[in-house]
């Protein structure tokens, strides 16, 4: 029996209220035995909590993701924003299931200032340095700004550069800095001929599966919402690429999940 891993799912997202129980009851019965949240704001937190607290096997990360930055803070308020993003932060990512900081990132398609952005990332670097964690990044058209960003600590730990789409030359650079890729929906279409490229040379070490559910639906599955059983077509996808088995697939991208996100049962 395969046994998968959702290493980026919102499932804390209302969407799921409905129906989330049997969601991940199907999961368990295709395959898909392990699954981390990462909350992108600080009302996000708690419910993600309490959903892996109730859940095997279901695990957490907390950050503040460049989407939820409060947009509309004005320059002389930014400096009490920080330091109320950092103590909550500091407080929390050691919570029972917590097992990485993010979602974080840059994300140079949205209207919040890329300063502001960096600032934000900052604190979750610093306390990922200090605390020793590994983190989840998002990066949209900015890989230029977080690896310089990146290289200013010491990182140890790494993490994932979640979603991932682009070349073979950035992806091993990710890498070489000690962050593994996380591989979704994106290379189910045929479109997406640099990333298809990519995921086929990379080491399968570096690699980790995903579906960024409710979001990034798979080819074919335009406008539904994404859920984390598509974690099984991404997987034959990636095998059909490599061509290799379904098997040797999940065996490697799980355990690549446990040893980033130090889970051992
Ligand atoms: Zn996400």
């Known amino acids: 029996m395969i046994v998968l891993f959702d290493s980026h799912c919102h499932f ?14 199907t999961c368990n019965q295709r395959g898909i035995g392990y699954l981390i ?3 992108v704001a600080q009302q996000q937190w708690q ?31 930014i400096e009490s924003y920080l330091r109320i993003v950092e103590q909550d932060l500091q407080r929390h990512i050691f919570q029972t299931k917590c097992v990485a900081i993010g979602e974080c990132g840059l994300d140079a398609l949205v209207e919040t200032p890329m300063q502001l952005q960096q600032q934000v990332l900052d604190l979750h670097l610093k306390s990922a340095q200090e605390n020793s964690r590994p983190l989840i990044i ?12 990146l290289k200013n600590y010491s990182l140890p730990q790494g993490g994932v550069i979640h979603g991932f789409s682009g070349s073979y030359e950035i992806a091993m650079r990710y890498w070489a800095m ?14 997406a001929n640099k990333t298809r490229e990519a995921v086929k040379k990379l080491p399968l070490e570096a690699l980790l599966l995903e579906t ?32 290799v088995s379904l098997e040797k697939i999940a065996t490697q991208t799980t355990a690549n999940s446990k040893l980033l996100f130090k889970i051992t049962s």
């Open 138 to 149: 998002h990066c949209r058209k900015a890989h230029n700004e977080l690896s310089t960003q």
């Open 47 to 77: 419910v993600a909590s309490e959903i892996a607290n109730a859940h095997n096997n279901i695990y957490m990360a907390v950050g503040l993701h460049p989407w939820w930055i409060e947009k509309s803070l004005a320059a002389d308020n």
């Open 212 to 243: 960024d559910a409710p979001d990034m639906p798979i080819q074919g599955k335009q406008g539904q919402r994404n859920s984390p059983d598509a974690i099984v077509d991404i997987a034959q996808t990636l095998a059909q690429l490599r061509n």
């Open 12 to 25: 804390d997202f209302d969407v799921f209220d409905a129906d989330r129980e049997s969601v991940w009851q």
């Open 37 to 39: 949240i990462p909350a």
């Open 178 to 191: 000690g962050f593994r890729l996380g591989i979704g929906g994106t290379i189910t279409y045929e479109r």
